[in-house]
T-cell receptor, first 115, second 115 residues
Framework: AQSVSQHNHHVILSEAASLELGCNYS??????LFWYVQYPGQHLQLLLK??????LVKGIKGFEAEFIKSKFSFNLRKPSVQWSDTAEYFCAVLPMDTGRRALTFGSGTRLQVQP | GAVVSQHPSWVICKSGTSVKIECRSL??????MFWYRQFPKQSLMLMAT?????????EQGVEKDKFLINHASLTLSTLTVTSAHPEDSSFYIC???????????FGPGTRLLVL
């Protein structure tokens, strides 16, 4: 079975600092990849997704992620974080050749941005 | 577009009673809906996958008779927690997709507290 690892459980940054959150998955086949964000008290929202094509994908609010197939990674980046980026970030994987249509989520990374 | 709603947003019930949670796709037809459970400070754990007009597929360890899922239309799926007990207290989240490759859109969640 596939798994998703987010090694950073809690990240604290100052405003304007750069962000990189790691995401690695264990599955050898074709995958769709997602980053979701959950702001305090709100529901999960899609930040960005990768289906195919350019491995560098851009999402909302200045976030981007790069799919590196050889490393089974899909790290999330933002050049300059804002206080409003404080939230929980989840990486998710959807294997495309298993017939299974459910996402497998990582354990999440709590980002705290200090003003 | 792609809005998913859940009702109720929170519910408190006595042990032994049953609780029904609704998940609706408001502006699209959802061929598949997913039910997740999220424990405090943890990731989402898939409970079951629900396809319109067919029986739900439950994840290993999820009791089918306890968590009844009905996906009677392309815009509505329900999760009924039967004979609820305090250990069923959790945050239940649904998501919906139009096709197998489509992004999952998440509802706001339902917080269940069983006394």
């Amino acid at each position: 079975a596939q798994s998703v690892s987010q090694h950073n459980h809690h990240v604290i940054l100052s405003e304007a600092a750069s962000l990189e959150l790691g995401c690695n998955y264990s599955y050898g086949g074709t995958v769709n990849l997602f980053w979701y964000v959950q702001y305090p008290g709100q529901h999960l929202q899609l930040l960005l997704k990768y289906f195919s094509g350019d491995p560098l994908v851009k999402g909302i609010k200045g976030f981007e992620a790069e799919f590196i197939k050889s490393k089974f990674s899909f790290n999330l980046r933002k050049p300059s974080v804002q206080w409003s980026d404080t939230a929980e970030y989840f990486c998710a994987v959807l294997p495309m050749d298993t017939g299974r249509r459910a996402l497998t989520f990582g354990s999440g990374t709590r980002l705290q941005v200090q003003p | 577009g792609a809005v998913v709603s859940q009702h109720p947003s929170w519910v408190i019930c006595k042990s032994g009673t049953s609780v029904k949670i609704e998940c609706r796709s408001l502006d699209f037809q959802a061929t598949t809906m997913f039910w997740y459970r999220q424990f405090p400070k943890q990731s989402l754990m898939l409970m079951a996958t629900s396809n319109e007009g067919s029986k739900a597929t439950y994840e290993q360890g999820v009791e089918k008779d306890k968590f009844l899922i009905n996906h009677a239309s392309l815009t509505l799926s329900t999760l009924t927690v039967t004979s609820a007990h305090p250990e069923d207290s959790s945050f239940y989240i649904c998501s919906a997709t139009r096709t197998a490759q489509e992004t999952q859109y998440f509802g706001p969640g339902t917080r269940l507290l069983v006394l």
